[in-house]
């Protein structure tokens, strides 16, 4: 499954080109952190990632395979849930994976466990918080046991409580083995979650760097503008 290679990735609906010849290659380890200005296409690529859009041009190299040979899993900034109870939107999640029922309830009572909602196993989902939802989502993804999970700004609608609750399940979804490629809005999550950056501007990546040579030294003028323009303080940069 990996390296992942993206070359040449170009999505242009009618009238807008929003990826231009988009190159990138990454890793099955860390959390690689997505930023950019709004609009530059950071839902659109985790979107093409995850096969649910088809790119105007280039294509996506899985370690020399047109396809992924792994469990690829997403969670949308709005996850959806079923009208079932808690269990049932995990356990109802890994029918298709072919997992004995057996299998499929002790999976879904160790996540619910690990993020914290096991006594809210029966209850309605649609009756959770946003932030309990939100964890939901994570737990019907990391029950899939993905080797690639993609996270659309999980936190852009949470308090401080329940965006540290979402931040340390990441965590342990990445050190259970899973990479995982998130975008965020927000520089002070990405400071304590990531391991790489990769920057987009005009359709690009413009960088893909450490996180902490990133927000150190950003090598490119666009990068440096934006941490500029989003930081409420004034920054200056290492040399």
Known sequence: MFPLRI?????????RVVLDGLNLELGGEGISLILGPNGVGKTLLLRLIAGLLSPSAGQLDWAGKAQPDGRLAMVFQQPMMLRLSVFANVEFALRPQGFSAAERAARTNEVLARVGLAQRAADCARLLSGGE??????????????RLLLLDEPTASLDPSATEQV????????????????????????TR??????????????????????FARPQSPAARAFLQGELPWRITFDR
Not at 7 to 15: E, T, V
Not at 200 to 211: K, S
Request: aromatic fraction near 6%; avoid cysteine.
């Open 7 to 15: 070359n040449g990735l170009r999505f242009a609906p009618p009238g």
């Open 133 to 146: 939802r939100q964890r939901l989502a994570l737990a019907r993804a990391w029950a899939m046991r993905p």
């Open 167 to 190: 931040e340390r399940i990441i965590r342990e979804v990445r050190t259970d083995g899973a990479k995982v490629l998130m975008t965020t809005h927000n520089l002070g999550q990405a």
């Open 193 to 214: 979650l990531a391991d790489d950056i990769i920057f987009l501007a005009e359709g690009r990546v413009q960088e893909h760097a450490p996180a902490q040579r990133f």
